[in-house]
């Protein structure tokens, strides 16, 4: 992730911290000097606040390290003011990697309160276990150990995109496909966002933030899955176009913005020596445009990280591919010569017609079906 600072490497994973953080020391420094407090407060809570952020590294890590035992890899893990996020080449899909890799996490935060429970014992502050919260003059270790219990809860919430989410859908891939199981998952999860939305009117109004966040996230995750699964059966060759445009790596923005005007196409691919060197799409021009002027070089602005793609590779790791690099479009070689290229709209306009043959086909099971059957009889 862009503007965060690299902490350290664990296990060939490395971590960042995003530069947010310091909005989250600063607000903390704010809070303490606001609520005139003295600087032992600010050190404790400091204390206090960087030691839950070890704890989220922690959790992140308990994912990372489980899904690494199915070798399936995580690029890295950045902390941020809200959280923590590992970023993985790909989700298990198997659902008993799917559920450990996630249960894994919330198991990390309830691990660390057993751990610290007896500390907590033995330095007394034991009988308002759960019942009071930080800023209500609890030590560090007992804020600490209510917090990762909150943590654990909180990440286990049957909902995408919480570990509990996944959890769920996994559980039910058991029994039904995936398709059918996130769907449900997903259902599950927005019905819990409706609850979270109207009781944030109530209690608090950060709730029906979070339950409007949820509500996305679930039908985010279900659209997702669904358009891979009917990608599954198509291969690259199936939507590769012959026709494609490129400019030179020495042309400029205003002759990408020439392009852009005078042809269909939104996505180039940029050459030198008759090599694809990089891309450049619709929204980059644009944003180029509006940044840095007309007379940029495409070799400044053409994005650079390419991907080469095969005409027998299956569509919907593409897919995954499109979602998770800043390309819009891709080259296809064989045998090492470029045949044409793949547009990401090319994929959706599939998706758009592969569903809408498909609720076409339920509709015709649904409704003409039965009558052939009973004619049958
Ligand atoms: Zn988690």
Redesign the pocket.
């Known amino acids: 992730m862009s503007g965060s600072l690299f902490i350290g490497k664990i296990s060939g994973i490395k971590i960042f911290i995003h530069w947010t953080f310091i909005f989250l020391i600063g607000w903390i420094l704010m809070e303490n000097v606001r609520a005139g407090r003295n600087i032992f407060n600010f050190i404790y809570t400091l204390v206090f606040v960087l030691s839950i952020f070890i704890c989220i590294t922690l ?2 890590l ?2 990372a390290l489980t899904a690494k035992y199915f070798h399936y890899y995580t690029k890295d893990i950045t902390l941020l003011p809200i959280g ?1 996020m ?1 970023r993985m080449d790909e989700i298990p899909e198997n659902p008993k990697h799917e559920l450990l890799v ?1 249960l894994a ?2 198991a990390v935060n309830i691990l660390i309160s057993l751990l610290l429970y007896p500390l907590v014992y033995w330095f007394g502050n034991i009988p308002t276990f759960l019942t009071t919260l930080f800023d209500s003059g609890d030590t560090v270790l007992f804020s600490i150990l209510t917090t990762n219990l909150i943590l654990a809860f909180f ?1 286990l919430i049957p909902a995408f995109p ?2 509990g989410g996944r959890a769920l859908r996994a559980g039910l891939s058991f029994f039904t496909d995936r398709v059918k199981a996130t769907t449900i998952a997903a259902k599950i999860g927005q019905a819990i966002s409706i609850l979270f939305f109207f009781t944030g009117f109530i209690f608090n109004p950060f709730l029906s933030v979070i339950g409007i966040f949820i509500f996305l996230m679930a039908q985010t995750e279900s659209d997702y899955v669904q358009s891979k699964s009917l990608l599954h059966d198509y291969r690259v060759s199936d939507v590769v176009m012959k026709k494609y445009f490129s400019l030179h790596v020495s042309d400029t923005i205003s002759d990408a913005v020439r392009l852009l005007l005078d042809v269909q196409a939104t996505g180039f691919l940029i050459m030198e020596n008759n090599n694809v060197v990089g891309t450049l799409d619709r929204d980059r021009i644009i944003h180029v445009l509006s940044e840095q002027g007309k007379d940029v070089p495409l070799i400044l602005a053409m994005n650079t990280r390419l991907k080469f793609l095969s005409p027998e590779m299956s569509l919907d790791k593409i897919f995954s591919e499109f979602k998770s690099s800043e390309n819009a479009i891709l080259p296809v070689l064989q045998n090492n010569e470029l045949i044409g290229v793949v547009d990401l709209n090319n994929i959706l306009e599939l998706i758009l017609s592969r569903t809408a043959e498909k609720n076409f086909a339920d509709h015709y099971q649904k409704f003409i079906k039965p009558k052939n059957v009973v004619s049958i009889k």
Request: charged share 15%.
């Open positions: 959790h992140e308990g994912h923590g590992a996630a996490g919330p990440n919480m570990d």
